[in-house]
């Protein structure tokens, strides 16, 4: 089972940047994908990017393409979510997960971090 640890969370202005990070452990760590998602007070959680680990190949949600960027360090076992240009819309906790499929399917991911709190003011 692999545990996955965010980091990287906190209270920002509009338009200003953050860089989350996501540490994985517990065995070896060698996923076909990976995702960072988000969730909002009240609302579902919702697909913001996927990498493919050893492809490189990236994806994202509309909403976020062109202001996100999603990279990995396989030596290091970890993800990173580079976000730009945030706006209070982009608040909420994030999270990543792991998954064995191609997918922007919250079901669909089988590891999931605890999530960390970004907050974005106007």
């Known amino acids: 089972q692999v545990q996955l640890v965010e980091s990287g969370g906190g209270l920002v202005q509009a338009g200003d940047s953050l860089r989350l990070s996501c540490a994985a452990s517990?065995?070896?760590?060698?996923?076909?994908?990976m995702g960072w998602f988000r969730q909002a007070p009240g609302k579902e959680r919702e697909f913001i990017a996927r990498?493919?680990?050893?492809?490189?190949?990236?994806y994202y949600a509309d909403s976020v393409k062109g202001r996100f960027t999603i990279s990995g360090d396989n030596a290091k076992n970890t993800v990173y979510l580079q976000m730009n240009s945030l706006k209070p819309e982009d608040t909420g906790v994030y999270y990543c997960?792991?998954?064995?499929?191609?997918?922007?399917?919250?079901?669909?991911?089988?590891?999931w971090g605890q999530g960390t709190q970004v907050t974005v003011s106007s």
């Open positions: 997960a792991s998954t064995g499929r191609m997918s922007t399917t919250v079901g669909e991911y089988d590891s």
């Open positions: 517990g065995r070896t760590f060698s996923p076909n994908y």
């Open positions: 990498l493919g680990w050893r492809t490189g190949s990236k």
